[in-house]
C-alpha cells in the first residue's frame, strides 16, 4: 500500500504514520510544513518513502509527478489554532488546499481520509449527532471551526460522504504534542508545573450552569484516536463523516485530578480569568455521538481518561514519543 500522509509531522499525523509503520506500511510520502519548528523529532525513527513540503506538494499531486500508483490519502494536516485570525489564511490552507486534494482523489479513485473538528459543533445547541443533515446546520464560534465546517458542508452539498471518510476530532490529547504551543493539551503544558509545583490553572466559568473546573469536554487519548482511524483504513467501503471521541464528557477538574494522580500528587487547582478573546467562544460542553460510529461496525473500546493520562504521563516523564 502506497499512501500520501499531510501533517505527518504533527501531533495526530505522526501517530497515525507510527500506527502505519507498526502495520508494515513504510511506503509513505510524509507532506508537512516544518520552517523552525521542533516537530521534526516527530519523524524521527518512523519509516516512509519521501518527505514533500505542502506548498509544493499540491503542484506535484496535481502534475502526476508522484511516480507509481497512490492507495491512501490520509489528510490530517491543518492550521489547528483555535484563535487564528487570518482568514484568508484559514479558508486557504483548511478548505480550499483540502478541496483540491478531494477532487484529485476522487478522480483517480484513490481512498480519501480526512480530519475535521468537534469546533465545528460551536455552542452545542443543536447536539452532537454526526448526521450530515445536523451538520448543514451547525454554526461554528471560531473562523478555525468555521474553515473545517466549509470542507465538511462542500463535501455534504455535492453528496461527497458517501465516497470519502472525514473524522470530527474532539480533544485529543497524548504524545507528539509538545511543539503546538499554546493548542497543546492541559496535560501537555500542566506536567512539568504539577510535578515542579503540585498546582494547576483552570479557567474559571463564566456560566451559571457550571461551576469553575466544571466545564466539560469529551477528551480522547490519541492512541485510540489512531485505532478508530485504522479501522476505516482497514474497512475502506465504511464512508461518511463521523466523531472520533470516547462519547463521554468529562470535567477539566477529572482531567486535573488524573494528571495529579498519574504524578503521585494531591489535588490543587487554582481557577484563573478566561482571557477575554475566547470567552465568547468557548465550548463549555461537548461529547461525541457515537451512534454513527457504532452503526459502521467500529466497536474500538476507549482508554478511560484516568488510563489515558496515566499511560501519556509516562511518555511525558521520559520526554519520549510515540
Known amino acids: 500500500m502506497r499512501v500520501i500522509l499531510t501533517g505527518g509531522a504533527g501531533f495526530i499525523g505522526s501517530c497515525l504514520l507510527w500506527k502505519l509503520n507498526q502495520k508494515g506500511v513504510r511506503d509513505i510520502i510524509v507532506v508537512d510544513h516544518m520552517e523552525k519548528s521542533q516537530k521534526w523529532k516527530n519523524l524521527v525513527g518512523k519509516d516512509f518513502e519521501g518527505y514533500l513540503d505542502k506548498d509544493k506538494f499540491l503542484g506535484y499531486l496535481e502534475s502526476n509527478k508522484l511516480k507509481g500508483r497512490i492507495d491512501l490519502i490520509l489528510h490530517i494536516g491543518a492550521c489547528t489554532s483555535t484563535t487564528e485570525q487570518d482568514k484568508n489564511y484559514l479558508i486557504k490552507n483548511n478548505y480550499l488546499y483540502s478541496q483540491r486534494m478531494c477532487k484529485w482523489a476522487l478522480k483517480n479513485k484513490v481512498h480519501f481520509l480526512y480530519a475535521s473538528s468537534a469546533a465545528t459543533y460551536g455552542d452545542g445547541l443543536l447536539g452532537?449527532?454526526?448526521?450530515?443533515?445536523?451538520?448543514?446546520?451547525?454554526?461554528?464560534?471560531?473562523?478555525?471551526?468555521?474553515s473545517k465546517h466549509m470542507f465538511d458542508q462542500w463535501l455534504i452539498k455535492n453528496k461527497l460522504t458517501s465516497k470519502v471518510t472525514g473524522f470530527k476530532f474532539f480533544n485529543v490529547f497524548g504524545p507528539n504534542e509538545y511543539h503546538k504551543g499554546d493548542m497543546k493539551s492541559v496535560i501537555a503544558r500542566a506536567y512539568s508545573q504539577v510535578n515542579k509545583e503540585g498546582?494547576?490553572?483552570?479557567?474559571?466559568?463564566?456560566?451559571?450552569?457550571?461551576?469553575?473546573?466544571?466545564?466539560?469536554?469529551?477528551?480522547?487519548?490519541?492512541?485510540?484516536?489512531?485505532?478508530?482511524?485504522?479501522?476505516?483504513?482497514?474497512h475502506p467501503g465504511k464512508k461518511g463523516i463521523f466523531n472520533l471521541g470516547t462519547g463521554k464528557a468529562r470535567t477539566w477538574n477529572d482531567l486535573a485530578c488524573a494528571l495529579f494522580a498519574a504524578c503521585e500528587k494531591k489535588p490543587r487547582i487554582e481557577y484563573i480569568p478566561m482571557p477575554l478573546a475566547i470567552r465568547d467562544k468557548y465550548q463549555y460542553f461537548t461529547q461525541?455521538?457515537?451512534?454513527?460510529?457504532?452503526?459502521?461496525?467500529?466497536?474500538?473500546?476507549?482508554?478511560?481518561?484516568?488510563?489515558?493520562?496515566?499511560?501519556?504521563?509516562?511518555y511525558l516523564k521520559n520526554n519520549s514519543y510515540l
Request: aromatic share 14%.
Open 128 to 146: 452532537y449527532s454526526d448526521e450530515d443533515k445536523i451538520s448543514l446546520k451547525l454554526k461554528p464560534l471560531n473562523l478555525y471551526g468555521v
Open 199 to 234: 498546582r494547576i490553572r483552570l479557567f474559571k466559568s463564566y456560566k451559571k450552569e457550571y461551576a469553575d473546573g466544571e466545564q466539560m469536554r469529551d477528551f480522547v487519548y490519541v492512541k485510540d484516536a489512531v485505532e478508530v482511524v485504522n479501522y476505516f483504513i482497514e
Open 288 to 314: 461525541a455521538d457515537l451512534a454513527k460510529l457504532r452503526k459502521a461496525g467500529c466497536r474500538h473500546k476507549f482508554y478511560t481518561l484516568e488510563k489515558g493520562v496515566k499511560d501519556y504521563a509516562g
